[in-house]
């Protein structure tokens, strides 16, 4: 089904949310939107005047998931809805399509068939899942993990952030603790409309993906304990340096990820993305070092070759250097596939728009691969400009935006119900 | 001359001292006593009050250096002084010793010249000097530079902590931005007793050691600038990782220094002391790196080739990883000889009360170095176990702080003209 989509208006809703958390950037535009924030706050209120003037029915759960419900005229309220949205928050520094653009295709879609006057038999729900990107409370996906079971309400509401400051309070002091929970096991499916983050629709040269895979991923804390001293008083032979140890995990996560890259899976990745020293002084010798590491693929085999390359790294640290490591895996999600029958779904949308798209796999991850453990889930990928997210030069043109919703709606519609 | 001092009077001013901002530690004792905080506060009012206990006539400088003058009865008072001390703050979970030690060792080198009827010609200067460590506002070494004139008093209060506090407006805070400039210039010779940091006199035995070069100290402030992307979706060989370019510097500056300590100069030392990375978040590859690099040496030709190094390091890092790089050097002192009339005291000054002495050179900077440049300096060593410090592990027995501010006390009346 193909639907035609108000490029201008959805372009309005992603530039009115790119001001929320702005930051100065030397290129491109950035904003800094952690979960809870004043900017979340101004975000949240943005997205549900939206919902209201599109005449859906607003919710907000306890964890602050934020759902829109259109109940077409005719349809079955009874019946399980379908659901797309995204998340609104972002990573410090980040981009202004990483999320929003999925969220507001969501409401678009709806406006679309609202305008069109296509009445699918299914309720539609846009979906804005609180703090996809981890940067407070969790290590990423928080939202969809208590609406699809995996994390109570009540364990969530308890995360605390760097400075004890629990979701539950963050959410108060916003305005967006709601009531009950937004449960993503009554939904009859599921779409995610996202920045591809990578080159593969650029190179291509094609508008739309269509997820096959998401990737696995795994996060593990490291840490590093050798001995704070003196950086003048004591001899070169004499030191447990602990940030010397972690440079070479860094460089042996580097190069155990392109090992497997060069050899096994293209998709692999491996980063040291964090590292937080002490006591972080120029003149003393660093005696302790958190670092957090991220590992991913579509192979879960080669997402463990990472991390055994990680655990054998810090026995020979702790063999050659001295020090002590820890090493814990506060985060692990197995690679997951994504329904057939919507990935068809968004593919004969693309052919009615006269759209291309293409099948390919997401390095990121996303909401959907909750979702997709308890109901049929789809991911679709706009073209990201040379690649770049999580960066204030993340770029997606309005053309490709537009054209992303257009097969995000077509898809939606089909699916819902329309005829 | 051999004078006796009254070693639970010192213990009771170190212990005092200690207690201001305590930290919590595993083992040992630590503080952390920034310049201009309430710690330091109560560090300093301390201090007033146990130097008015001794009858000292009390100032404080415009930058907060404190000096406590006795004029001996008969003494000269428009004569040159002899001054002596060191500093009370502390690096983030220092230790006790490094600091106080040689602030109430002068402290109590004048109660014990009073207690004994010993009345030199000289008057006598007890000294704390502001931010030794550098921790806050300046590099180090801050209220010794305004003392010799190496930096001017308004340049010192404009200096800014990282929120933009200047270090005026901190003194102000605390009641200790007084008038005027302590001159050092004026002068006849300063003593400074402080823990070795080091293993020198703990493997010798030796309870006081008399320092005959003080190391050159460099500081470089590097900074590694990659691009911030996506940790999943940015393959591996498309990655621009500025964290993965400065773990390599990090192992560059270890191995330069350890093969400049294997080959030329056992004394050198280089430390990447702190390290901190933009956005610093598990799933972003980090885009920016700044890098606190730490170089000493008794010989300034070693510390060059260390220096150098790190150049080449960088220029490599630009060539083989794309990085862009900076390094400034805002901080470079020479190795610093001491006064050979004072060294010789100090050894009289052991060899008068029965305890050992032995030359060495330190590997730690200090407001003496500063002050030998326009007076005659000299600074002795108690021994520190295990070489620990900056660190609350940091420890000297109390017969060796006894010990070593009694041969400081016997050398501060010899060269302050006592008979």
Redesign the interface.
């Known amino acids: 089904m193909d639907l035609p989509v108000d490029a201008d208006r959805l372009r309005d809703d992603i530039e009115a949310t790119a001001a929320f958390g702005d930051v100065d950037a030397a290129a491109g535009r950035g904003r800094t939107v952690l979960a809870g924030t004043e900017a979340n706050r101004r975000a949240r209120e943005y997205l549900v005047d939206r919902l209201d003037a599109a005449g859906l029915d607003v919710t907000v759960d306890a964890v602050g998931n934020v759902a829109g419900r259109w109940v077409p005229e005719g349809a079955d309220s009874e019946a399980a809805p379908v659901a797309a949205g995204s998340h609104l928050d972002s ?3 980040g981009g202004i399509f990483d999320g929003p653009l999925g969220v507001y295709a969501a409401l678009e879609a709806v406006r679309a068939m609202r305008d069109a006057g296509v009445t699918p038999d299914r309720p539609v729900v846009v979906v804005s899942f609180t703090e996809e ?3 407070r409370f969790a ?2 996906l928080l939202g969809s993990s208590v609406a699809v079971g995996e994390r109570t309400v009540d364990e969530a509401l308890a995360l605390e952030d760097d400075d004890g400051v629990t979701l539950g309070e963050a959410l108060e002091s916003i305005g967006f603790r709601g009531e009950g929970r937004l449960d993503a096991s009554g939904w009859d499916a599921f779409y995610e409309l996202h920045i ?4 593969a629709l650029e190179a291509a040269g094609v508008p739309v993906g269509v997820v096959t895979t998401i ?1 696995g ?1 795994t ?1 593990l804390d490291v840490e590093i304990r050798g ?12 030191r447990t ?1 602990a ?2 140890a ?3 995990l ?2 042996d996560v ?1 190069a155990a ?2 090992d497997v ?1 060069d050899t096994t899976s ?22 302790r070092v958190e670092a ?3 590992v ?1 693929d579509a192979e879960y085999g080669s997402m463990e070759a990472i991390v055994d390359a990680v655990r054998d790294a810090l026995a020979r640290l702790e063999d050659e250097r001295g020090v002590d490591t820890a090493c814990s895996r506060p985060f692990d999600l197995a690679p997951t596939p994504m329904a057939e029958r919507l990935r068809e779904a968004a593919h004969r949308a693309g052919e009615a728009a006269g759209l291309e798209t293409m099948d390919l796999h ?4 996303h909401d959907t691969m909750h979702v997709a453990s308890v109901t049929d889930a789809s991911l679709l990928f706009a073209p ?1 400009r040379d ?5 204030p030069r993340e770029w997606t043109d309005w053309d490709d935006c537009a054209d992303a919703t257009r097969v995000l709606a077509g898809a939606l519609a089909e699916t819902a119900g329309a005829e």
């Open positions: 990573v410090p520094e990107e981890g940067q290590d990423g591809e983050q990578d080159t990737t991923i996060h001995e704070a001293n003196h950086a003048g008083a004591t001899h070169m032979h004499d340096d940030l010397a972690a440079a070479e860094v460089l580097e990820a392109t890259v293209d998709s692999a990745v491996g980063t040291v993305g964090s590292l937080d020293v002490s006591p972080n002084a120029t003149n003393v010798v660093p005696g957090g590491v991220d991913r997401s390095g990121a991850a990201s690649g770049i997210s999580h960066n």
